[in-house]
Protein backbone atom coordinates (compact mmCIF):
# COMPACT_ATOMS: atom_id res chain seq x y z
CA UNK A 1 0.00 0.00 0.00
CA UNK A 2 0.82 3.36 -1.01
CA UNK A 3 1.23 5.63 1.95
CA UNK A 4 0.24 9.03 1.07
CA UNK A 5 2.10 10.95 3.73
CA UNK A 6 5.05 10.14 5.68
CA UNK A 7 6.12 11.02 9.14
CA UNK A 8 7.55 14.47 8.64
CA UNK A 9 4.00 15.98 8.18
CA UNK A 10 2.45 14.82 11.13
CA UNK A 11 5.57 15.98 13.05
CA UNK A 12 5.42 19.31 11.44
CA UNK A 13 1.63 19.80 12.49
CA UNK A 14 1.93 18.24 15.95
CA UNK A 15 4.50 20.87 15.98
CA UNK A 16 2.47 23.84 15.73
CA UNK A 17 0.06 22.96 18.08
CA UNK A 18 2.19 21.69 20.86
CA UNK A 19 4.66 24.64 20.66
CA UNK A 20 1.82 27.57 19.54
CA UNK A 21 2.97 30.92 20.73
CA UNK A 22 2.12 34.75 19.87
CA UNK A 23 3.76 34.09 16.83
CA UNK A 24 1.33 31.15 15.25
CA UNK A 25 -1.71 32.42 12.84
CA UNK A 26 -3.14 35.74 12.90
CA UNK A 27 -3.44 36.83 16.30
CA UNK A 28 -1.01 39.60 16.37
CA UNK A 29 0.53 39.99 12.73
CA UNK A 30 -1.62 40.34 9.91
CA UNK A 31 1.26 38.36 7.76
CA UNK A 32 0.44 35.03 9.53
CA UNK A 33 2.60 33.36 11.89
CA UNK A 34 6.06 32.07 11.18
CA UNK A 35 5.62 28.42 8.98
CA UNK A 36 2.75 31.08 6.77
CA UNK A 37 5.70 33.49 6.53
CA UNK A 38 8.42 30.97 5.92
CA UNK A 39 5.79 28.44 3.17
CA UNK A 40 4.98 31.42 1.29
CA UNK A 41 8.52 32.46 0.97
CA UNK A 42 9.36 29.23 -0.41
CA UNK A 43 6.90 28.34 -2.39
CA UNK A 44 7.29 31.46 -3.70
CA UNK A 45 11.17 31.00 -4.13
CA UNK A 46 10.24 27.71 -6.17
CA UNK A 47 8.75 29.50 -8.53
CA UNK A 48 11.19 32.50 -9.38
CA UNK A 49 8.84 34.60 -7.63
CA UNK A 50 10.00 37.24 -4.72
CA UNK A 51 6.11 36.92 -2.87
CA UNK A 52 3.24 34.52 -1.70
CA UNK A 53 0.27 35.11 -0.09
CA UNK A 54 -1.32 32.07 0.85
CA UNK A 55 -5.09 31.63 1.06
CA UNK A 56 -7.54 28.45 1.84
CA UNK A 57 -8.42 27.41 -1.76
CA UNK A 58 -6.64 27.57 -5.32
CA UNK A 59 -10.34 29.65 -6.07
CA UNK A 60 -9.75 31.70 -3.12
CA UNK A 61 -6.75 32.41 -4.64
CA UNK A 62 -8.74 33.33 -8.53
CA UNK A 63 -10.86 35.74 -6.43
CA UNK A 64 -8.18 37.48 -4.67
CA UNK A 65 -5.85 38.05 -7.41
CA UNK A 66 -8.68 39.27 -9.57
CA UNK A 67 -10.02 41.50 -6.97
CA UNK A 68 -6.30 43.02 -6.07
CA UNK A 69 -6.17 43.44 -10.35
CA UNK A 70 -9.40 45.51 -9.85
CA UNK A 71 -11.88 43.38 -12.31
CA UNK A 72 -14.93 44.51 -11.69
CA UNK A 73 -18.67 44.13 -13.16
CA UNK A 74 -18.78 44.23 -16.82
CA UNK A 75 -15.05 43.77 -17.34
CA UNK A 76 -13.97 41.83 -20.04
CA UNK A 77 -11.81 38.65 -19.05
CA UNK A 78 -10.35 36.06 -20.95
CA UNK A 79 -10.63 32.86 -20.59
CA UNK A 80 -9.84 29.72 -21.78
CA UNK A 81 -13.26 27.31 -23.17
CA UNK A 82 -12.07 24.38 -22.11
CA UNK A 83 -10.74 24.52 -17.93
CA UNK A 84 -12.51 23.39 -14.40
CA UNK A 85 -15.42 25.67 -14.05
CA UNK A 86 -13.56 27.55 -11.33
CA UNK A 87 -11.37 29.77 -13.88
CA UNK A 88 -14.63 31.01 -15.10
CA UNK A 89 -16.46 31.38 -12.27
CA UNK A 90 -14.75 33.58 -10.17
CA UNK A 91 -15.00 35.99 -12.98
CA UNK A 92 -18.52 35.60 -12.91
CA UNK A 93 -18.20 36.19 -9.08
CA UNK A 94 -16.69 39.81 -9.67
CA UNK A 95 -19.98 40.82 -12.24
CA UNK A 96 -16.98 40.43 -15.42
CA UNK A 97 -17.82 38.71 -18.37
CA UNK A 98 -15.60 35.74 -19.60
CA UNK A 99 -14.39 35.91 -22.76
CA UNK A 100 -14.04 32.10 -23.74
CA UNK A 101 -10.72 31.74 -26.21
CA UNK A 102 -9.70 28.75 -27.58
CA UNK A 103 -7.05 26.01 -26.95
CA UNK A 104 -4.23 24.61 -29.47
CA UNK A 105 -4.19 21.64 -30.68
CA UNK A 106 -1.10 20.67 -29.07
CA UNK A 107 -1.17 22.19 -25.03
CA UNK A 108 -4.58 22.44 -25.08
CA UNK A 109 -3.86 25.52 -23.48
CA UNK A 110 -5.19 29.14 -24.31
CA UNK A 111 -3.30 30.66 -27.17
CA UNK A 112 -5.50 33.44 -28.54
CA UNK A 113 -6.50 36.72 -27.16
CA UNK A 114 -9.87 38.80 -28.18
CA UNK A 115 -9.37 42.51 -28.67
CA UNK A 116 -10.36 45.30 -25.77
CA UNK A 117 -9.54 42.72 -23.51
CA UNK A 118 -7.87 44.48 -20.56
CA UNK A 119 -7.62 40.83 -18.17
CA UNK A 120 -6.99 37.35 -18.59
CA UNK A 121 -6.31 33.95 -17.01
CA UNK A 122 -4.66 31.44 -19.11
CA UNK A 123 -5.08 28.35 -17.45
CA UNK A 124 -1.86 26.08 -17.84
CA UNK A 125 -3.71 22.39 -18.18
CA UNK A 126 -2.72 19.35 -16.61
CA UNK A 127 1.04 20.36 -15.90
CA UNK A 128 1.03 21.43 -19.09
CA UNK A 129 2.31 25.13 -19.40
CA UNK A 130 1.22 27.60 -21.86
CA UNK A 131 3.58 29.32 -24.52
CA UNK A 132 5.65 32.15 -22.58
CA UNK A 133 6.00 34.41 -25.72
CA UNK A 134 1.85 34.42 -25.59
CA UNK A 135 1.69 35.71 -22.40
CA UNK A 136 4.69 38.23 -22.69
CA UNK A 137 2.62 39.49 -25.91
CA UNK A 138 -0.60 39.89 -23.60
CA UNK A 139 1.26 42.03 -21.71
CA UNK A 140 3.42 44.34 -23.74
CA UNK A 141 -0.84 44.95 -24.75
CA UNK A 142 -1.03 46.40 -20.93
CA UNK A 143 -3.48 42.87 -20.69
CA UNK A 144 -3.64 41.43 -16.64
CA UNK A 145 -2.59 38.30 -17.04
CA UNK A 146 -3.58 35.93 -13.98
CA UNK A 147 -1.93 32.43 -14.40
CA UNK A 148 -4.22 29.68 -13.03
CA UNK A 149 -1.33 27.45 -11.93
CA UNK A 150 -3.63 25.45 -10.06
CA UNK A 151 -2.77 21.85 -12.22
CA UNK A 152 1.24 22.63 -12.41
CA UNK A 153 3.32 23.21 -9.80
CA UNK A 154 6.94 23.27 -10.79
CA UNK A 155 6.27 23.19 -14.25
CA UNK A 156 8.21 25.68 -16.68
CA UNK A 157 8.50 27.04 -20.47
CA UNK A 158 11.92 27.12 -21.39
CA UNK A 159 13.28 27.26 -18.11
CA UNK A 160 11.01 29.81 -17.14
CA UNK A 161 8.54 28.73 -14.09
CA UNK A 162 4.84 28.78 -14.11
CA UNK A 163 3.40 31.44 -11.90
CA UNK A 164 6.53 33.72 -13.27
CA UNK A 165 5.67 34.36 -16.63
CA UNK A 166 2.23 37.25 -16.14
CA UNK A 167 1.14 39.46 -13.35
CA UNK A 168 0.88 37.08 -10.54
CA UNK A 169 0.04 33.12 -10.92
CA UNK A 170 -2.35 31.35 -8.73
CA UNK A 171 -2.19 27.83 -7.07
CA UNK A 172 -4.01 25.21 -5.43
CA UNK A 173 -3.27 22.61 -2.48
CA UNK A 174 -6.18 20.80 -2.68
CA UNK A 175 -5.63 17.17 -2.01
CA UNK A 176 -5.86 15.95 -5.75
CA UNK A 177 -2.61 18.17 -6.52
CA UNK A 178 0.59 18.12 -6.57
CA UNK A 179 1.79 19.01 -2.83
CA UNK A 180 -1.66 19.76 -0.35
CA UNK A 181 -2.24 21.85 2.62
CA UNK A 182 -4.43 19.19 5.01
CA UNK A 183 -6.42 18.55 1.83
CA UNK A 184 -7.36 22.52 1.12
CA UNK A 185 -5.21 25.69 0.47
CA UNK A 186 -3.98 27.83 -2.11
CA UNK A 187 -1.69 30.50 -2.85
CA UNK A 188 -1.07 33.72 -4.96
CA UNK A 189 2.80 34.41 -6.28
CA UNK A 190 3.87 37.46 -7.48
CA UNK A 191 7.14 39.80 -8.14
CA UNK A 192 5.00 42.91 -7.81
CA UNK A 193 5.20 44.12 -3.82
CA UNK A 194 2.42 46.66 -4.00
CA UNK A 195 0.32 43.48 -5.73
CA UNK A 196 1.26 41.25 -3.17
CA UNK A 197 0.03 44.19 -0.25
CA UNK A 198 -3.14 44.21 -2.01
CA UNK A 199 -3.93 40.80 -1.50
CA UNK A 200 -2.62 40.47 2.26
CA UNK A 201 -5.29 43.11 2.70
CA UNK A 202 -8.12 41.75 0.84
CA UNK A 203 -7.05 38.10 2.61
CA UNK A 204 -7.23 39.20 6.55
CA UNK A 205 -9.60 42.27 6.88
CA UNK A 206 -8.64 42.47 10.64
CA UNK A 207 -5.90 44.86 10.72
CA UNK A 208 -7.21 47.44 8.11
CA UNK A 209 -10.54 48.54 9.37
CA UNK A 210 -9.33 51.50 10.83
CA UNK A 211 -8.08 52.98 7.23
CA UNK A 212 -8.79 50.54 4.46
CA UNK A 213 -10.97 51.61 1.55
CA UNK A 214 -11.75 48.15 0.33
CA UNK A 215 -13.57 45.44 1.62
CA UNK A 216 -12.00 42.67 3.16
CA UNK A 217 -12.26 39.14 3.76
CA UNK A 218 -11.46 35.65 5.83
CA UNK A 219 -9.24 33.64 3.48
CA UNK A 220 -6.40 32.74 5.90
CA UNK A 221 -4.22 29.44 5.88
CA UNK A 222 -3.54 28.49 9.32
CA UNK A 223 0.06 27.19 10.50
CA UNK A 224 -0.51 23.71 10.98
CA UNK A 225 -1.68 23.81 7.56
CA UNK A 226 1.39 25.71 6.14
CA UNK A 227 3.62 23.67 8.59
CA UNK A 228 2.25 20.34 6.23
CA UNK A 229 2.82 22.18 3.15
CA UNK A 230 6.67 23.08 4.02
CA UNK A 231 7.15 19.27 4.47
CA UNK A 232 5.58 19.21 0.49
CA UNK A 233 7.25 21.42 -0.47
CA UNK A 234 10.84 19.94 -0.10
CA UNK A 235 9.73 16.85 -1.61
CA UNK A 236 8.32 18.46 -4.55
CA UNK A 237 10.67 17.68 -7.28
CA UNK A 238 10.75 14.07 -6.59
CA UNK A 239 6.93 14.12 -6.18
CA UNK A 240 7.11 15.27 -9.65
CA UNK A 241 9.73 12.68 -10.65
CA UNK A 242 6.84 10.39 -9.76
CA UNK A 243 4.39 12.09 -11.89
CA UNK A 244 7.03 11.83 -14.60
CA UNK A 245 8.28 8.34 -14.43
CA UNK A 246 4.23 7.14 -14.38
CA UNK A 247 3.15 8.89 -17.47
CA UNK A 248 6.79 7.22 -19.29
CA UNK A 249 5.21 4.22 -18.24
CA UNK A 250 2.00 4.84 -19.80
CA UNK A 251 3.40 5.99 -23.04
CA UNK A 252 5.05 3.23 -24.01
CA UNK A 253 2.23 0.75 -23.19
CA UNK A 254 -0.56 2.53 -24.70
CA UNK A 255 -2.39 1.27 -27.39
CA UNK A 256 -2.65 2.68 -30.70
CA UNK A 257 -6.00 3.70 -30.37
CA UNK A 258 -5.34 6.19 -27.33
CA UNK A 259 -2.95 9.11 -29.04
CA UNK A 260 -0.72 10.52 -25.78
CA UNK A 261 0.39 14.77 -26.14
CA UNK A 262 3.04 15.97 -27.78
CA UNK A 263 5.33 17.12 -25.30
CA UNK A 264 7.71 19.40 -26.73
CA UNK A 265 11.61 19.40 -25.46
CA UNK A 266 11.64 23.54 -24.25
CA UNK A 267 9.35 22.63 -21.72
CA UNK A 268 9.07 20.76 -17.64
CA UNK A 269 5.55 19.10 -17.84
CA UNK A 270 3.86 18.16 -14.23
CA UNK A 271 1.94 15.92 -15.49
CA UNK A 272 -1.00 16.41 -13.06
CA UNK A 273 -3.40 14.39 -15.29
CA UNK A 274 -2.42 12.56 -18.72
CA UNK A 275 -3.90 14.37 -21.95
CA UNK A 276 -4.71 12.32 -24.24
CA UNK A 277 -7.01 11.96 -27.34
CA UNK A 278 -9.14 9.03 -29.02
CA UNK A 279 -7.83 8.35 -32.16
CA UNK A 280 -10.82 9.26 -34.98
CA UNK A 281 -9.13 6.86 -37.03
CA UNK A 282 -10.22 3.53 -34.35
CA UNK A 283 -13.74 3.38 -35.73
CA UNK A 284 -14.41 3.11 -32.21
CA UNK A 285 -16.78 5.46 -30.21
CA UNK A 286 -14.79 6.81 -27.26
CA UNK A 287 -17.89 7.14 -25.11
CA UNK A 288 -18.80 3.61 -25.45
CA UNK A 289 -15.12 2.78 -25.27
CA UNK A 290 -15.68 3.70 -21.74
CA UNK A 291 -18.73 2.47 -20.57
CA UNK A 292 -17.56 -1.16 -21.60
CA UNK A 293 -14.15 -0.18 -19.54
CA UNK A 294 -16.47 0.47 -17.04
CA UNK A 295 -18.54 -3.10 -17.21
CA UNK A 296 -15.08 -5.03 -17.77
CA UNK A 297 -13.21 -3.67 -14.42
CA UNK A 298 -15.62 -6.16 -12.60
CA UNK A 299 -14.62 -9.27 -15.39
CA UNK A 300 -11.02 -8.48 -14.99
CA UNK A 301 -10.70 -7.92 -11.45
CA UNK A 302 -11.94 -10.25 -8.82
CA UNK A 303 -13.89 -7.31 -7.63
CA UNK A 304 -13.98 -3.62 -6.98
CA UNK A 305 -14.04 -4.26 -3.11
CA UNK A 306 -10.94 -6.96 -3.49
CA UNK A 307 -9.00 -4.96 -6.05
CA UNK A 308 -5.80 -3.03 -5.30
CA UNK A 309 -6.76 -0.49 -7.82
CA UNK A 310 -7.64 2.65 -5.73
CA UNK A 311 -7.79 6.12 -7.44
CA UNK A 312 -7.37 9.71 -6.56
CA UNK A 313 -8.70 10.11 -2.60
CA UNK A 314 -8.52 6.38 -1.85
CA UNK A 315 -12.07 5.89 -4.11
CA UNK A 316 -11.82 2.41 -6.00
CA UNK A 317 -11.32 4.28 -9.56
CA UNK A 318 -10.42 3.74 -12.96
CA UNK A 319 -7.36 5.39 -14.77
CA UNK A 320 -8.97 6.91 -17.29
CA UNK A 321 -12.24 9.30 -18.20
CA UNK A 322 -13.67 11.65 -20.58
CA UNK A 323 -11.68 14.55 -19.26
CA UNK A 324 -13.61 18.08 -19.41
CA UNK A 325 -17.14 17.20 -20.60
CA UNK A 326 -18.38 19.89 -21.91
CA UNK A 327 -16.42 23.46 -22.82
CA UNK A 328 -17.23 26.44 -20.54
CA UNK A 329 -19.82 28.20 -22.56
CA UNK A 330 -21.85 24.86 -22.24
CA UNK A 331 -22.48 24.77 -19.07
CA UNK A 332 -26.17 26.31 -17.88
CA UNK A 333 -24.33 29.21 -15.74
CA UNK A 334 -22.45 30.52 -18.66
CA UNK A 335 -24.24 29.81 -21.74
CA UNK A 336 -25.10 33.93 -21.68
CA UNK A 337 -21.56 34.49 -22.45
CA UNK A 338 -21.06 32.06 -25.59
CA UNK A 339 -18.89 33.52 -28.51
CA UNK A 340 -20.23 33.98 -31.34
CA UNK A 341 -17.55 31.80 -33.30
CA UNK A 342 -17.60 28.55 -31.34
CA UNK A 343 -14.47 27.38 -30.04
CA UNK A 344 -13.83 24.44 -32.43
CA UNK A 345 -10.45 22.94 -30.85
CA UNK A 346 -11.72 23.13 -27.62
CA UNK A 347 -15.22 21.37 -28.72
CA UNK A 348 -13.02 19.04 -30.64
CA UNK A 349 -11.18 18.07 -27.73
CA UNK A 350 -14.69 17.42 -25.62
CA UNK A 351 -15.11 14.44 -28.06
CA UNK A 352 -12.25 13.15 -28.58
CA UNK A 353 -10.01 13.98 -24.94
CA UNK A 354 -9.25 11.37 -22.52
CA UNK A 355 -7.83 12.02 -19.16
CA UNK A 356 -5.46 9.74 -17.54
CA UNK A 357 -4.57 9.36 -13.78
CA UNK A 358 -0.70 9.07 -13.10
CA UNK A 359 -0.88 10.45 -9.16
CA UNK A 360 1.72 9.64 -7.49
CA UNK A 361 -0.38 7.71 -5.08
CA UNK A 362 -0.83 4.95 -7.93
CA UNK A 363 1.42 2.60 -7.94
CA UNK A 364 3.54 1.11 -11.43
CA UNK A 365 1.32 -2.59 -10.83
CA UNK A 366 -1.81 -1.17 -10.56
CA UNK A 367 -1.08 1.14 -13.61
CA UNK A 368 -0.36 -1.75 -15.80
CA UNK A 369 -3.13 -3.51 -14.26
CA UNK A 370 -5.51 -0.99 -15.59
CA UNK A 371 -3.44 -0.55 -18.62
CA UNK A 372 -4.60 -4.28 -19.27
CA UNK A 373 -7.86 -3.59 -18.97
CA UNK A 374 -7.76 -0.88 -21.39
CA UNK A 375 -5.99 -2.98 -23.85
CA UNK A 376 -8.66 -6.02 -23.47
CA UNK A 377 -11.44 -3.40 -23.72
CA UNK A 378 -10.54 -2.34 -27.00
CA UNK A 379 -9.55 -5.78 -28.57
CA UNK A 380 -13.28 -6.66 -27.71
CA UNK A 381 -14.66 -3.71 -29.33
CA UNK A 382 -12.27 -4.15 -32.17
CA UNK A 383 -13.81 -7.95 -32.88
CA UNK A 384 -17.21 -7.23 -32.34
CA UNK A 385 -16.89 -4.33 -34.98
Known amino acids: MVLRFGKEEVKAVSKTITNASYLSGYTNKYL ?4 IQKFEKDFARFHQCKYGITVNSGTTALFVAQ ?10 VAVPCYTFTASTSQIVAHGAKPIFQDIDTESHCMNTISKNTKFAIPVHLLGHPCKHEFIKEMMEKNIFVIEDCAQSSGAKYKGKSVGSM ?3 GVF ?3 ETKHITTLGEGGIIVTNNEEFAEKCRRIRNHGEYYMNDTQVGYNFRLTEAQAAFGRVQLKKLPKIIDTFRENAQL ?9 IPPNIPKNISHSFLLL ?6 KSN ?10 TKNRKKFLDSDEKSDIKGINFR ?10 VVQYQIPLYKKYRPKISCKNGEEYVKNGLFLDIHRWRSKSEIKEELNIIKKTLESMKKNS
Open 172 to 174: SFQ
Open 275 to 280: GCRFST
Open 250 to 258: IFKNLPDEI
Open 166 to 168: GNC
Open 32 to 35: GGEE
Open 284 to 293: LDKNQFLEKL
Open 316 to 325: PGKIIGAGYK
Open 67 to 76: LAAGIKSKNK
